[in-house]
T-cell receptor
Framework: DAGITQSPRYKITETGRQVTLMCHQTWSHSYMFWYRQDLGHGLRLIYYSAAADITDKGEVPDGYVVSRSKTENFPLTLESATRSQTSVYFC?????????????FGQGTRLTVV | GENVEQHPSTLSVQEGDSAVIKCTYSDSASNYFPWYKQELGKGPQLIIDIRSNVGEKKDQRIAVTLNKTAKHFSLHITETQPEDSAVYFCAASRGQNFVFGPGTRLSVLP
């Protein structure tokens, strides 16, 4: 199916475990983003990528790792999950590299760290 | 860095009335201002956007206004319908980094 998909939709993990959230887009968009959504904070940028093998930190990168070996995939890894990382995570992609362009969001992954 | 404030945090209107959500931003270099609508259990979806060289933009029942001097922009929804009930986010960006406001939960009462 065309679009941007995230997996899993729901995840419960224990403190200290490593967990990876997956994001896949079929548009060959150059830009991809990871946001976390918490009540009262809106959407905060964790990491973004301008192209394959190019990633950069956003507003709240601590405790997260990303990679982008292929244009279509942008996984987000929590190396050692903490309760403060309980959140809803959204992946997004955008096609333009020079002009402001619409960002398309996935359905989100609700992560609970117990 | 950029900071975006959004008011009100919650808004209830009667069906058919208008709704207005206001945002302010801090970085005068921001030049793109999208509005996203998020329905329950879904990701945000773009509903309208405006660029810094335009003062107003309208698309059917929704409109956005931008005041660059005051660094604020607003979303206007007229003739509200129950399906307009959702969380609305404003954002400001320069380049591809979007900074979002905290969101407004709009409830349209039948």
């Amino acid at each position: 199916d065309a679009g941007i998909t995230q997996s899993p939709r729901y995840k419960i993990t224990e403190t200290g475990r490593q967990v990876t959230l997956m994001c896949h887009q079929t548009w060959s968009h150059s830009y991809m983003f990871w946001y976390r959504q918490d009540l009262g904070h809106g959407l905060r940028l964790i990491y973004y990528s301008a192209a394959a093998d190019i990633t950069d930190k956003g507003e709240v990168p601590d405790g997260y790792v990303v990679s982008r070996s292929k244009t279509e995939n942008f996984p987000l890894t929590l190396e050692s999950a903490t309760r403060s990382q309980t959140s809803v995570y959204f992946c997004a992609s955008s096609g333009s590299t020079t002009l402001n362009a619409e960002a398309f969001f996935g359905q989100g992954t609700r992560l609970t760290v117990v | 860095g950029e900071n975006v404030e959004q008011h009100p945090s919650t808004l209830s209107v009667q069906e058919g009335d208008s709704a207005v959500i206001k945002c302010t931003y801090s970085d005068s270099a921001s030049n793109y201002f999208p509005w996203y609508k998020q329905e329950l259990g879904k990701g945000p979806q773009l509903i309208i956007d405006i660029r810094s060289n335009v003062g107003e933009k309208k698309d059917q029942r929704i409109a956005v206004t931008l005041n660059k001097t005051a660094k604020h922009f607003s979303l206007h929804i007229t003739e509200t319908q129950p399906e307009d009930s959702a969380v609305y986010f404003c954002a400001a960006s320069r380049g591809q980094n979007f900074v979002f406001g905290p969101g407004t939960r709009l409830s349209v009462l039948p």
